[in-house]
């Protein structure tokens, strides 16, 4: 009984879409290495430059890379101590708790993730030959998987708050920052809800 046995396969449309999931994520670890040999950076260190790109920056902790890189802390931190070699990223320990260290990209930091705006751009060409009507299952069949991939923690997501569960939207206008974070208890401001957060929860319809 495996997914690589095509006999298997032949009896179970649920292995076959399994095998076809290995065959992707192989042919996204290629597109990602050739973008990295152009600049010179492993895709670990890739993953990390977007992570600290996007993530709210009180999130942006070792544990929390470690978590989206799928890996332990001493791997995270490894990845971490070749991109500062690099003058990539920084590290600065939290005053109020100083066993906490935040992570921020440096100005040369920036400039190399703005040169990998166009990263995800050809997978995002092959998926344009699908049909609008078959993207839209497609996405719905691929937000479930990425939900049950989440409970069972192989998968970190990390989203914006406009479909949180835990955000309010405007309940405080006019203020510098009208919407409010129930988990938290924190209000927040347009550039704080534009980041993404490794608490999100969707908000179920
Ligand atoms: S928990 Fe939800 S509402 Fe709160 S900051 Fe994170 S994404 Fe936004």
Request: charged share 30%.
């Amino acid at each position: 009984m495996s997914i690589f046995d095509s006999k298997y396969r032949d009896k179970h449309v649920s292995a076959r879409i399994a095998r076809a999931f290995f065959r992707i994520s192989q042919a996204i670890k290629n597109m990602l290495w050739d973008e990295c040999k152009l600049k010179s950076l492993t895709p670990a260190q890739i993953q990390t430059l977007l992570f600290l790109r996007y993530i709210r920056p009180d999130s942006a902790t070792v544990n929390t890379l470690a978590r989206s890189l799928s890996s332990t802390p001493a791997t995270a931190s490894g990845v971490l101590d070749a991109l500062q070699k690099k003058s990539l990223i920084l590290r600065k320990r939290k005053e109020s708790d100083r066993r906490v260290v935040f992570l921020s990209l440096t100005y040369k930091g920036m400039n190399t993730i703005q040169k990998l705006e166009g990263l995800g751009y050809e997978l995002q060409k092959i998926i344009e030959e699908l049909t609008v009507e078959e993207q839209e299952v497609l996405l719905s069949a691929l937000s479930k998987i990425e939900r049950l991939l989440r409970e069972k923690e192989y998968l970190l997501i990390a989203e914006t708050c406009l479909t949180c569960c835990y955000f309010r939207l405007n309940i405080h206008l006019g203020a510098e920052k009208p919407h409010y974070c129930k988990l938290f208890n924190i209000n927040l401001g347009e550039d704080e809800i534009s980041r993404e957060c490794p608490e999100y929860s969707e908000l179920q319809m």
